[in-house]
């Protein structure tokens, strides 16, 4: 299973940013999928999940300021953020889990400009 995130680039305060997360080797449909952002000093916060059957979640933080999606035909995963500040400047990652192992990208820097 490889997972690799694209998007992450440098976005004013205010802008917004669509982040990308190419999914191979996996039938992509069958499996949540989930957006984490690691912040400095601590572990990987979550961030949003969609699960196998389309249902989207949020953190708090993030609600109707993140869109989390999925294009099927592409088994790609997405995640539009919208009315960035630099609190969200992070780097952001996508999981999945598959048989209790949990799968990673290598993660893509958000950096917001204030």
């Known amino acids: 299973v490889q997972l690799v995130e694209s998007g992450g680039v440098l976005v004013q305060a205010g802008g917004s940013l669509s982040l990308s997360c190419a999914v191979s080797e996996l039938t992509f449909v069958s499996y949540d999928m989930t957006w984490f952002r690691q912040v400095p000093g601590k572990g990987p916060e979550w961030v949003s999940r969609i699960n196998s059957g389309g249902t989207t979640y949020y953190a708090d933080s993030v609600k109707g300021r993140f869109t989390i999606s999925r294009d099927i035909g592409k088994n790609t995963l997405y995640l539009q953020m919208n009315s960035l500040n630099p609190e969200f400047a992070d780097v952001y990652y996508c999981?999945?889990?598959?048989?209790?192992?949990?799968?990673w990208g290598q993660g893509t820097q958000v950096t917001v400009s204030s």
């Open positions: 999981r999945t889990m598959v048989s209790g192992s949990g799968y």
